[in-house]
Structure formats: structure tokens, C-alpha cells
């Protein structure tokens, strides 16, 4: 079954200085490299991630990926890329801005997922802070949120390295395999960010 085309929209990318990655809007042409990766790494990501829909890894449940991430992206709520390398024309995660919130919060939420073959080699540690600069920077936010199982050491490690602080508990924050898990708040404000970068 053929993607049909969402839009004639110019891709949305940004580059992830001193690397040959980019962070890239998903576009149907992705579909094998997505679904590839993330049949490869079911089991690695299992254990943190919500359950999806059965027929998520259909092209019938990537388009609706799709249609999603475009009705985010134009209501303003929500922004997702793949981070992609260049060099090896490789796919390779994503990351998103979710719940995001314009006026006086001008806040989002951080999610972030790495294919098994990827992980721990540190492409997160440079992709987070390229997407906190967008969001800091082009989407003139103020604070970046994200949360984590307490057991998602990787998780925690990485958070902490790209200057979040944990903020809080949350008891039962989302539904992971079938069972309500808490998660550790975290948070990094753009005062905070920009004290990294200099």
C-alpha cells in the first residue's frame, strides 16, 4: 500500500553542529527505514515506552502518524523529527516537543526515542540540546519538561548530562505495557540553557 502525500510542504530540519546529523520532519518516504528500526527495537524500547496502536507499524498507522504530527505542527502543540545521519543516509530515532504552550507558560514537553543498534553512543547527548535551541530560540519557549521511569538509567543519564533538573514525582504519570508507571519530573529553563551554551 502506497503513502499518500500529506502535503507539499517544505521539510522542516535542523543541524546538529559538529556532526553530519540533522533532525528532520517525517515524511512518508520514511516509512521503511521507521518501520525497519523500530521492528529491530521493539524489545529495547518496550520497557519505556506507551503501548501503540496493533496496527502501528502498518502504512496505514504511518500515515496516521503522519496526519498526527501535521495537525500538531499546524495548531501549534506539538513539533516531531527524526534525527537522521547525513552521511550514512541512516535513520536512526526521534525526538519531539509535545504539549506545547504558547502566552504566559510557553512551555513544551520533550520525548526522545534511539534504535537499539544507536543507542549509548552518545547521538542523543547532541541531538537534545540542537532541538532545546530550536525550541528556546525559534519557539520562543521558556521551560522544557520531560519524564522517565525511575529504573531508565540511560534515560536519567542523559537528561542530567543536557542540563535538566529534576523537579518531581509523578505517581501513575503514564500507562507503560499495560501498567500505570511513576515517572521523575524533570525540567531545563532557557536562562539555564543558555548558561551551557556560553
Known amino acids: 500500500m502506497r503513502l499518500r502525500l500529506l502535503s507539499r510542504r517544505e521539510t522542516k530540519t535542523l543541524a546538529i553542529p559538529g556532526t553530519s546529523f540533522e533532525l528532520r520532519e517525517p515524511k512518508r518516504d520514511d516509512y521503511e527505514a521507521w518501520v525497519a528500526l523500530r521492528k529491530l527495537s521493539t524489545n529495547f524500547l518496550k520497557p519505556w515506552e506507551p503501548t501503540w496502536p496493533t496496527d502501528d507499524l502498518t502504512p496505514i498507522g504511518f500515515q496516521r502518524r503522519l496526519r498526527v ?4 505542527r499546524q495548531n501549534g502543540t506539538g513539533q516531531t523529527f527524526f534525527l537522521h545521519d547525513n552521511s550514512a543516509n541512516l535513520l536512526m ?7 506545547i504552550v504558547h ?8 520525548g526522545y526515542w534511539m534504535g537499539v543498534e544507536h543507542a549509548g553512543k552518545g547521538h ?16 520562543r ?3 522544557v519538561e520531560a ?6 538509567a540511560r534515560s536519567i543519564h542523559l ?3 543536557c542540563g535538566f533538573h529534576k523537579e518531581g ?10 501498567k500505570r508507571e511513576d515517572h521523575i519530573l524533570f525540567a531545563i529553563l532557557k536562562s539555564e540553557f543558555a548558561l551551557m551554551k556560553d
Open 169 to 178: 514525582y509523578a505517581r501513575q504519570y503514564l500507562e507503560i505495557s499495560g
Open 147 to 152: 519524564a522517565c521511569i525511575p529504573t531508565n
Open 103 to 110: 502566552g504566559f507558560t510557553r512551555s513544551a514537553m520533550l
Open 69 to 72: 504530527y501535521a495537525r500538531q
Open 141 to 143: 519557549l521558556r521551560r
Open 124 to 139: 542523543m547527548q547532541k541531538a537534545v540540546p540542537a532541538l532545546l535551541d530550536y525550541a528556546f530560540s525559534t519557539l
Open 159 to 161: 537528561l542530567t548530562k
Open 93 to 99: 530515532g526521534g525526538l519531539s516537543l509535545s504539549r
